[in-house]
């Protein structure tokens, strides 16, 4: 695990494009000192990214792609349900292992006078006897990449009952109770947490407590009513974001420069 510094150092002592450095640096803004890890809460969306780095938001998720796929970072993403929960996807900074190798067991050659050298680049051999290098970095416009579609309803019928019918059937417990929302309306809701795989028992705990309480059903309300997520983390400044400075060291990071 490296430090927020060693990431800097080597981000800006790299051949990445300028856009791609922009991105690394955004981020390492808001990353721990000592992991180089931005805290869930720290962590900004494509559209706060878009903002800070004054790129359009395609151009950012293609680099955030490329960068990570180089390795330059690690993502981890929430499954579904966790999404729908409120959790994010978190970023944790790195350096690729041949910038650390390169960086902590530089290897110099003398030279016929006995002075020192830097040595040619490693290269290895393509099957036709040249010599090729791949790049640590591809440009991610050269690149076609499929991106997982999260919000992609699952639409195939079970067994027992069709998914329509599953949320027909959730939906109906709240609006037999009470007439606060029209059955269209809660049904719209349910098929969104039904989407983000959270179980019917969860659904129905949290359209109980709504209609216990007198309260209509929307996506926030659901939401509250199944995790006791406030509806104001998932709309402050996008999406929660908010600017960091470490609490238990604030000074570390100037300190390493």
């Known amino acids: 695990m490296v430090t927020r510094w060693e990431v800097t150092k080597a981000v800006r002592a790299s051949d990445l494009p300028a856009p791609a ?28 990214l878009a ?9 950012v998720q293609r680099h955030v792609a490329a960068l990570e796929e180089s390795g330059w970072m690690v993502r981890t993403r929430p499954t579904a349900a966790e999404q729908y929960a409120g959790e994010r996807v978190r970023y944790r900074l790195t350096v690729p292992d041949e910038v650390v190798a390169e960086d902590r067991h530089p290897v110099v050659a003398e030279d016929h006078e006995g002075g020192g050298t830097e040595p040619p680049p490693v290269v290895a051999e393509s099957p036709s006897g040249g010599v090729t290098q791949p790049p640590l970095y591809t440009d991610p416009s050269d690149q076609v990449r499929s991106v997982p579609d999260r ?18 059937r959730l939906a109906k417990t709240y609006t037999d109770r009470v007439k606060l929302s029209n059955f269209n309306a809660v049904a719209g809701v349910v098929r969104k947490a039904v989407n983000a795989d959270v179980t019917d028992e969860k659904i129905l705990t949290g359209l109980s407590k709504l209609a216990d309480d007198s309260r209509a059903v929307t ?3 659901l939401r509250y009513a199944i995790y006791g997520v406030p509806a104001s983390q998932f709309a402050a400044n996008g999406n929660g974001h908010k600017p960091y400075r470490n609490p238990t060291d604030p000074d570390a990071y100037s300190k390493g420069l």
């Open 21 to 48: 450095r922009l991105v690394m640096l955004v981020l390492a803004d808001v990353a721990e000192v000592g992991t180089a890890e931005i805290p869930a809460r720290f962590t900004p969306s494509l559209v706060v």
């Open 51 to 59: 903002s800070e780095t004054g790129l359009d938001r395609r151009t």
């Open 151 to 168: 919000r992609r309803a699952k639409r195939a019928a079970t067994d027992e009952e069709t998914v329509g019918q599953r949320v027909n």
């Open 219 to 221: 996506t926030d309300s």
